[in-house]
């Protein structure tokens, strides 16, 4: 049809429609007309079928098969029909439709589908092939009990199926004609009507042409008729609403490649295919040696496989996430904090878009932070030591002091053990932070680490009256882990339950396995337990909720470094830990975290993290 005029195509519908419109009534008309005649063939053998019943009983005594051969040859001659008596065992007595000599040639009629409807209803009817008489035919059969000297047996009545055909057919032909003159008034009418709507409608299609070419400044000026006028009104404002969204999309182009131009993070925007597509010039910056980035793979630009499995699965629409993150160093001293975002809009995907941030001074700041952590903790060493060791020897002398003297030599000693604690943690945490802490890692009991962690902190737990309750299945638990870090872990988490438990009470240490390769760790107090906003900053160096949770106000010798410790301690062996409430409800906090369960090959190995 596209090589047709749109006149020819529009008459052609509409002719196809009409016929369409036709067609299907008239074959439904078809089929209830063969219905309805059918039923009314059924009826009327029937009723003539009760009429023959009733003279047959009204006949009374047959002298013999002959007498009623004879009789059935008149009545059926009567009713223009084929009339048969058949015995209640399916012998034919009499048939007006053959002679009596041919009635022993007859077949048993015992299993005719007309008779055993009979039998079963007193009436029977069925249309169907007469293999005496070669033709179709409607049957109707009733039951005769024997009445009134009339044998037992079976009446049945025939008529002739082609007089149904005949005026089947004739209903028929009748209907092709009607059909056939409301088609040829249908083609005159689509002509007619197919040349009125394509003269009204060349204007609209020639403006609609326009507007699709990019002339967005065409309109309809002289509306084609009365039934197109709202038409012809849409396509103008559909044209004005074209011609505005398009300027807003050039508007929002220049914006959007102002802000690209203007952003001093590199950004890489991906189709969904993988490939670049755009950049903006702060990219081009950070990679000079790359030309022409289209079409281009991530990792034709920086030689990243993290980056560039980074992107992929961003691009992927069966990972659920569409935002992922990571850091990349292309170069000594070049660190980029990479964001990969999947770009998508109402379930269509359209690529990703990679935002390269250099966070190379604030790594270096960072790393000149820890240095001087670390150096300012070394340095502060000898000090401390040499503090301790005067104030350890005027205390362990015994030497003639006042009580104020005493109490201040006291308070010199705590401090310098406290300052000294702090040191050492800051050493530690400056090492676990650059990666310098080598790890031996080993199948471990993490039963044995509580315990261990349990006999350091006992002085402590015994001076606040603290008992440790341990909840571990009976066959043990084993992780990959260092040991003696892990014992670190326990002890600053069983140290912090101490500080902040209420006398007397029990601090419960629990594990279980969580059936994916992990095991979940916890160690749970009575204390006030910890704020939902302070949650996440707890495990952060120097922080401390002391408002919420120190006892009766007093210092309670923590560094606020404990927790900070445990988190990278934790993080190295590839766990995670948090804090949460007590799950039975009854206050205080809740420390878990979680450790890589050991392999069974693993339980007498030991490796070099």
């Given amino acids: 049809m596209s090589g047709f005029s749109f006149r020819t195509r529009l008459q052609f519908s509409f002719f196809i429609v009409v016929f369409i419109s036709l067609l299907l009534p008239a074959l439904y008309a078809k089929m209830i007309f063969q219905g309805d005649v059918l039923k009314g063939a059924e009826m009327s053998a029937e009723r003539e079928l009760r009429l023959a019943r009733q003279l047959v009983l009204a006949h009374g005594n047959f002298a013999s098969e002959a007498e009623m051969q004879r009789w059935l040859n008149t009545l059926g001659a009567q009713l223009d029909v084929r009339m048969t008596y058949v ?258 809009s109402e379930n269509m995907e359209l690529g990703a878009i990679v935002v390269f941030h250099d966070i190379s001074e604030l790594k270096r700041l960072e790393q000149v932070r820890r240095d001087f952590v670390a150096n300012v903790s070394h340095e502060l060493r000898t000090p401390l030591t040499t503090i301790r060791g005067y104030s350890e020897t005027l205390v362990d002398n015994n030497m003639a002091m006042n009580p104020q003297a005493e109490r201040f030599l006291e308070i010199i000693l705590r401090n310098a053990d406290h300052m000294a604690k702090m040191v050492d943690d800051l050493m530690s945490l400056a090492r676990l932070e650059d990666g310098r802490e080598s790890f031996q890692i080993q199948s471990i009991d993490v039963l044995n680490a509580a315990r261990e962690a349990i006999r350091t902190c006992e002085p402590l737990a015994q001076r606040a009256e603290i008992d440790f309750s341990l909840n571990f299945p009976a066959e043990g638990l084993r992780a990959e882990a260092d040991f003696d870090r892990i014992v670190q872990v326990f002890r600053n988490l069983f140290e912090n339950a101490i500080r902040y438990s209420p006398l007397g009470e029990c601090i419960e240490v629990s594990g279980a396995s969580c059936g994916d390769g992990f095991l979940m760790l916890s160690v749970q107090d009575f204390g006030p337990g910890v704020p939902q906003e302070d949650r996440e900053r707890v495990f952060e160096r120097f922080y401390r909720v002391e408002k919420h949770r120190t006892k009766k106000g007093t210092d309670n010798g923590s560094t606020g470094l404990g927790l900070a410790i445990c988190r990278h301690i934790v993080e190295r062996h590839g766990g995670v830990i948090r804090t949460t409430t007590r799950l039975d409800g009854k206050g205080g906090a809740r420390f878990e975290f979680t450790l890589r369960e050991a392999r069974p090959e693993m339980h007498h190995e030991t490796t070099q993290s």
């Fill in 87 to 344: 015995s209640r065992g399916g012998r034919v007595i009499a048939d007006s439709a053959v002679t009596p000599e041919e009635l022993g040639d007859l077949e048993n009629h015992a299993m005719r589908p007309e008779f055993l409807q009979a039998e079963k209803d007193q009436y029977g009817l069925s249309v169907r092939y007469s293999s005496t008489l070669e033709r179709k035919l409607i049957y109707a059969a009733t039951r005769i009990d024997g009445v009134q000297g009339v044998p037992e047996g079976m009446l049945r009545l025939a008529i002739p199926f082609a007089d149904v055909q005949d005026r089947l057919t004739r209903l028929q032909k009748n209907a092709l004609v009607v059909l056939a003159i409301a088609l040829v008034l249908a083609f005159v009418l689509s002509l007619v009507l197919s040349r009125y709507l394509a003269r009204s409608m060349t204007g609209m299609i020639d403006v609609a042409k326009a507007i699709g070419d990019g002339d967005y400044q065409k309109r309809l000026r002289v509306f084609p008729g009365r039934e197109f006028r709202e038409l012809g009104t849409s396509i103008n404002q559909m044209a004005e609403s074209i011609e505005k969204h398009v300027e807003t999309i050039r508007s929002q182009s220049h914006e959007f490649e102002a802000i690209l131009n203007g952003m001093h993070e590199g950004v890489m925007v991906l189709n969904k295919e993988g490939r670049i597509s755009t950049v903006n010039p702060a990219l081009a910056r950070i990679f000079p040696k790359t030309e022409n980035f289209v079409d281009l793979r991530p990792l034709e630009i920086v030689l990243s496989p993290e980056l560039q499995q980074t992107c992929d699965r961003a691009l992927d629409s069966r990972v659920p996430e569409n935002f992922f993150s990571l850091q990349i160093e292309p170069e000594r001293g070049r660190i980029y904090d990479v964001a990969v975002v999947r770009l998508q």
